[in-house]
Every structure is written in C-alpha cells, then in structure tokens.
C-alpha cells in the first residue's frame, strides 16, 4: 500500500493495525494535510457483518463533533476496497502510555475527565461504545497530551424513533454473543443482557483502574478464569496499591466498576463532574478526599415503604417521608438531601455506600409504614454510610392521629444521634397545617400525583379540593390546588378563561391563611404571570418564597424558567438560578430539564444537550424527553431532534406541546410538508376539542400560514392562553415574532 494513491490520498507509511482494521498515514492531495486511512483486512472484505460494523464505525463517529473524539471525514471505496478516511492524530495510545506503569495522578485526571466527556457526548446521540479499552484512546503528544475516543466499530446505535437502539444492534449481533474487548467487558456483557450507556461506565473504571495502578482490575489464566473474576471479585482498592492516591479517586472507580447498573454513576457526565470535583479538590490541597466529605452532619431520608396492603397507602407512606425531609431541612446545622434525589432511589436496593456518595451525605434514614384501620406502625433506622453500622432505630405502634408527633419524635432522635440542634429556644415540628387527617391523607396523595405532570394533574387537583373541603384553613392544600389548577391551563386541559381565574382564587387564600408559606407565594407568583401577566408581581412572590424557602425546588424552577428566561429574557440569570436548583436536587430529572430549556434559549446548545441528557437518564418522562427535542433543536441536531420528539409525541399521546414543537424542527430543517400535516392534524383535533391557540400558532407558522398563526395567536391573547408569556423569547416563536401583526400583540401583552 505505501507509495499507493488511493482516490486523492498518497499513503505515505503503515501505522498500525488489528482483526477488525490497518491503518495507514496519507497525504491530502486537495486539502494538503495529513490524515489516516482505515481499511478492512483482506480476509474481512467480504465479511458482510465485518463491512456492517466498519461501516456503522464511520457513521456513529461522523455524527459526533467532540474534541475528545477522533473525527471522521468521509467512508469511501475504490477497486473494491472500502476505507475510512480520519483525522491524522500524531501521539500513542494509551495502551501503550501505561505499559504496565501507573500513569501521574494530573495526568491521570485531565485524561479521565476527557474521556468521561467524550462519552457524554456519545451517549446523548444514543451512541453507546461498548469496547472503551486502553487500545480504543489515544492521547496527543500537544501540550500535557489529550485524550481522542477510537474505534466506534462495536458500537450501539439508537435507529431512528428506537431510542434503545434494538433494531440496530439485533442486525449486527448474533443471539448469546458477547460484545467486547474481555478484560474491560461488563457483566451483563459477559452474560449477553441488554446494554445501555452505562456499559461505558463500567468499561471506564476498568481504564480508570488501569492507568491508576498499572494493572487491570480483573484476572486471570484463562477465558474462564478472567470472566468468573469481572462477575464476582472486587478489585484491590488503588489506595492499596498506590497509597499516594487520594481516597476520592478509589470511590471513582469503585463506584464504576459496580456489578450492577443501578448503582454505578447514572451518566458519564456525572463521572466527569466527579473527576472534575476531585482535581479542584486536590488543586486547594486535600489529598484525602472522599465523595461523602461534605457537612459534618447530612443525611437523606429514603422513600418510607409502604407494608400496608392497600397500595393507596403508598401516598401516605411517600409523605411521612417528604414531611420528616421538610422538618430536617429547619435544622442549619445539618444539610438534608432534596426530596426528588433521596426518592430517586424508591423501588430500588442499593448499597448505603452508593447513597451516600450520589447524594453527598454520610447518614441515611430509611424505614417502613404499615398502616390499619385506625393504627400505624412504623420502623426506622439511621445508617452510617461509611460502614453500614445502625446508629439508631426505633419502632413506633400509634393511633393514626398521633401520626404528627411520630414524624416530630422520629425528626428530633435524628438532630439528637447526630448532635446537631435548632438555635434559640425554636422547637422542632412537623408543620402539616393541619389537623384534620382525611385532609392530610389527600394532600400528600395530590402532591404526589402533581409531581407526575400529565393526566395525573387533574387528579392531584380533586384531591386537594378534597382536602379543603375537609378543612377550609388548610393554606398548604389550597397552594397545592392553586399549583394544580394553574397547570391544567397550561398543558392545555382546561381551558384558561375558566381555569386560571379558580387558580388565582386558591393561591390568594392559601397567602391569606399562612403568609408565612412560601408554597403559597410562589403559587400565587405563578398564577399572577401566567395568567395576569404581571411580571412585577410575579417577581415580587417568587423572590418571598425563595426568602421563606431558598431550597424549595418548584419555586426556584419556576422562577428560572417562567419568569427571568420566558418572560424577562435574563438568561444568564435564570440559567444561574437553575444551576442552584441542581445543585440542591442533583437527581432531579425536572431540575435537569429546566436548566437544559434555559441554556436552549441562550444559544448554549451544547450545554443544552448535555443537560437534558442527563434529565432523560435519571426520569424517563414526557417532559425530559421534550426538553431533549428542544436541546437537539436549538444544536440545529435537526434529524435527532425529529428522532426524540417522536418519543416525546408517544410519551404525551401527541400532546399538542410535542407536536407545535416536531413542526418547527421539521420547518428548520426544510421539510414543510411534515410541518404542514403536524398542524393540519392539530386543526383537525382543535375542531373536536379545546386546542391550545398558542400551539396551534406554532404549528401554523411552521407550515407557513402566517395569516393563519396570526389569528390563532390573537385567540391566545384574548383567552390569555399561558404559552403566550414565552412568545418574545422561545425560540419556537420566531417566525410569528418576524410579522409586525404579532409584534402588536406583543405591546397589547405589555411584553415590548
């Protein structure tokens, strides 16, 4: 081949090669560079599933744009021999950097951090690699030298509308075969399960391990031998090996190389902010870092199970939970984990080590409800992170009446065990505002039922009037039913002239009865922008709920999205807000979406993906997956975005959110006719039933109905439709936003 010209390249030497590929460095006849070409050894060129693989090769890298991943140029093919045409990268692999030494502990980070990224990346195209091995990274000799991802040929692509990919990888792998490099395989590798992006993960560690400590993690003689130690044995931690190395870098690697999914990082972007937080750390000088390092005194109280037969009671054993997480949070002293992170983990039996160090705290509380006519039994128990040791547990046989003083008596033996105490002479409590325990049942049931969005809203909503019909000064129901009342509109299920307006009614009382709550201020906030468009009001109840509660999530949330990005256009703001929110729920899939959709409408595309990736991986939702259409849409990852939005329109029941949304992407990417039949088969469904004016302006848009858009977005103004406080700043706006008919609506709005 050297000395060869093939189509325009000269190859000019031989750089290397393996059973699935030899590689030659070429001389760009057009463009005057060097690059490298990839070719099929001579006895897989007619292999037709080694051709598929070399092929999907070329195409799952194509579609990635990272600096930490070798880039493709083009898959050509000429006397019968196909080859891919790569980046010229001039270094080693990192292969052949370890060689049986430990790579430096910077350098070690800095590659780590690089690779973890690369993955995210590939992840959020529903690309995963499945053969992340020394040998697949090559590390630049510029500068400290940087890390490139090779060799895409076993990876699993998600085809389009199949966001786990089957059909793909079903085409390519025969039945029982493990895909793989063995000694940096994953169990359910080995065991030929299903694979999702956290194979990677586990294939990361085993790599991590390696240039740690010079050694892979997993041995042994034979095939056999090496397959029984990956699904069996627990690595020597590196600390053991390599004492010099801080302990937050084994609880890496030990927290990636857990047998089971569940428990290892949930996303490689979790990873690299776990690399990236352990070099800050060592950067100010602690060696000895542990991932539970925190406040001397955290905890996370874990979803309650339910023992009771009657499942209905799963509600009241989640808000016993969420009432003792509400009490805890009142101590200063001691930093509690949010309620959306610590039920993450419900349903789930994770080790109390993988808790501890996702959720940043070296304490859980978990326990159990078992509820009977008129009695309650319940059990709990304090666990030390670190070594599993009960701290303290206790049972408690009561009347269901006293149910307030258990959740006090449980709040207060926690403060006591971990020596942290109210100041002043403030006493701890449960705070349930009521008395009347029927109205308590229902609202722990409608707040439940309001965290999960969709349909379930209009039930939260007649729980909470339940509820204040059982007890009329309950504040904390009528700021649950003014929260519901103000989605329905919103999502469109009501319509907003009749909704809102009752909306507004149980938000104001819930202010009148405890002004001290800051559900109630910021649900009145909500309703008073969506509805009243009053911006200056709104601003003034968000910011006194988050003075009464600066960790409540919704408020933050809402005040992020609604106000400083869709109605303020202050996107650093809201973003910053955002991050906050996170960074107090960092398991939050909803926190996640919020500051993925602020960053989508700063232009940060590439931070917007990135965050509604990982939104998607910790809450499989309507609303997690709509943001991620929105994140791809704003990258202009048009055919993706398509792709997403189709799960979004399945999870929704095409909801006219998701479809107003597939047109734009559709009009974007040039193909109107799909714009147009997404808003033919809006009009069609708005002649049945109640359609959102304001969606139906998008779609029409889209389609290139202006005229059309235009009345539609006079109906939202004049039935004060909730969408239409975005429409100055969402992107999806811009086409109604570019006639000066719209631009009137927008000064009648007061929004110019």
Known sequence: MIGQT???YRVIEKLGGGGMGVVYKAEDARLDRFVALKFLPGELAHDRQAMERFRREAKAASALNHPNICTIHEIDEQNGMVFIVMEFLDGVTLEHLIHGQPVELDRLLLLSSEIADALAAAHSKKIIHRDIKPGNIFVSRNGNGHAKVLDFGLAKMAAPGNKEGETATLTLTQAGMAMGTLPYMSPEQLRCQRVDHRTDIFSMGAVLYEMATGQRPFVGGTTMELSSSILRDTPKAVTELRPELPSGLQKIVERCLVKE???????????????????????????????AGGAEASIAVLPFTNMSADPENEFFADGITEEIINALTKIEELRVAARTSAFSFKGKHVDMRIVGERLNVKTVLEGSVRKAGNRVRIMAQLVNVADGYHLWSERYDRELKDI??????????IADRLKVALKGSQQLSVKAGTSNLEAYQLYLKGRALLYRRGLDIRRAANCFESAVAFDSQYALAWAGLGD???????????????????????????????PMLAEAHCSLACISLLHDWERDK??????????????????????????????RGRFDEGIAIAKQAVEYDPLSGY?????????GHSGSGKEAVQAASSATQLEESFLTYWVLQQALHADRQFEEAVAVGETALALSG???????????????????????????????????????????AIAASAAGELDKAVAHASEAFEIRDPMLIAAK??????????????????????WK
């Not at 999914?261 to 542990?290: C, F, I, K, T």
């Not at 307030?404 to 033996?413: K, L, R």
């Not at 700043?729 to 709005?749: A, T």
């Open 6 to 8: 093939i189509s325009h």
């Open 261 to 291: 999914l569940a428990e290892r990082y949930s996303s490689a972007q979790e990873l690299r902010d776990a690399v990236d937080q352990l070099r800050r750390d060592l950067s100010s000088g602690s060696r000895n870092v542990s991932a």
């Open 404 to 413: 307030f003083e258990v959740q006090d008596e449980i709040s207060g033996a």
């Open 484 to 514: 519901a009342r103000t989605m329905l509109g919103l999502y469109g299920l009501e319509r907003p002239q009749v909704i809102m307006p009752r909306a507004k009614e149980a938000a104001t009382q819930a202010v009148a009865l405890d």
């Open 538 to 567: 709104a601003e003034v109840g968000f910011l006194r709920a988050r003075e009464l509660n600066p960790r409540y999530l919704q408020n933050l949330d809402w005040f992020a999205m609604f106000y400083l990005v869709w109605a």
């Open 591 to 599: 926190a996640q979406a919020m500051l993925a959709f602020a960053y």
């Open 654 to 696: 095409r909801h006219a959110l998701a479809m107003s949304s597939q047109a734009m992407i559709f009009a974007d990417w040039g193909k109107t006719s799909a714009a147009q039949a997404l808003y033919a088969e809006l009009v069609a469904r708005a002649s049945q039933a109640y359609g959102q004016p304001s969606h139906l």
């Open 729 to 750: 700043y969402w992107p999806v706006f811009v086409r109604l936003r570019e006639d000066p008919r719209f631009d009137e609506i927008l000064v009648r709005m007061g």
